[in-house]
T-cell receptor, first 116, second 114 residues
Framework: DVKVTQSSRYLVKRTGEKVFLECVQDMDHENMFWYRQDPGLGLRLIYFSYDVKMKEKGDIPEGYSVSREKKERFSLILESASTNQTSMYLC???????????????FGQGTRLTVV | AQKITQTQPGMFVQEKEAVTLDCTYDTSDPSYGLFWYKQPSSGEMIFLIYQGSYDQQNATEGRYSLNFQKARKSANLVISASQLGDSAMYFCAMRENAGNMLTFGGGTRLMVKP
């Protein structure tokens, strides 16, 4: 089974702190994604990466950065946490692109971040 | 503009009855895929079913089926014989051939009554 593991289930951080959310996948997937989930808004894409050291902005990248130094690991960084970044963060990975679009994404268990 | 719309924030269904969760989408890409995910209270996202834009038949996976109406741009999830364990958030998502990412709707919270 594909496994996507996020380093923490719950985090509480102070405003202004630098926060690292880590995600590791064990299926050698090229593509990895960070989403945030808020009630009524569904999941919104923050950043994604299609290869080591490659990254692209999603719909809401402001206030976030990412790092992908190794294929299996994709980190989300909040440079200076703010209260409006309190949310559930979900990491996902997906296998290689093909001609079809039917490759599903596999998700981690989520990290609920509270910024106080 | 919203690419994926789920108009039902919450729904109740009686155990053992069928329920339909609505999803409409917007794309100009002729090649796309539609996905449904389930999120129980534990938080993980569980893939349920996939429908491709060129698929001739509606997708089915056990008790899940997808009512795909391409002209209306709708991809409703039908759950037959609801079980208590079906209580969860359900998300519809789309991936366009031109893109690399899944775009999600706002979700529907389904509650199954005993």
């Amino acid at each position: 089974d594909v496994k996507v593991t996020q380093s923490s289930r719950y985090l509480v951080k102070r405003t202004g702190e630098k926060v690292f959310l880590e995600c590791v996948q064990d299926m050698d997937h090229e593509n990895m994604f960070w989403y945030r989930q808020d009630p009524g808004l569904g999941l919104r894409l923050i950043y994604f990466s299609y290869d080591v050291k490659m990254k692209e902005k999603g719909d809401i990248p402001e206030g976030y950065s990412v790092s992908r130094e190794k294929k299996e690991r994709f980190s989300l960084i909040l440079e200076s946490a703010s209260t409006n970044q309190t949310s559930m963060y979900l990491c996902a990975s997906r296998g290689p692109e093909g001609r079809l679009v039917n490759t599903e994404a596999f998700f981690g268990q989520g990290t609920r971040l509270t910024v106080v | 503009a919203q690419k994926i719309t789920q108009t039902q924030p919450g729904m109740f269904v009686q155990e053992k009855e069928a329920v339909t969760l609505d999803c409409t989408y917007d794309t100009s890409d002729p090649s796309y895929g539609l996905f449904w995910y389930k999120q129980p209270s534990s938080g993980e996202m569980i893939f349920l079913i996939y429908q491709g834009s060129y698929d001739q038949q509606n997708a089915t996976e056990g008790r899940y089926s997808l009512n795909f109406q391409k002209a209306r741009k709708s991809a409703n999830l039908v759950i037959s014989a609801s079980q208590l364990g079906d209580s969860a958030m359900y998300f519809c998502a789309m991936r366009e051939n031109a893109g690399n990412m899944l775009t999600f709707g706002g979700g529907t919270r389904l509650m199954v009554k005993p």
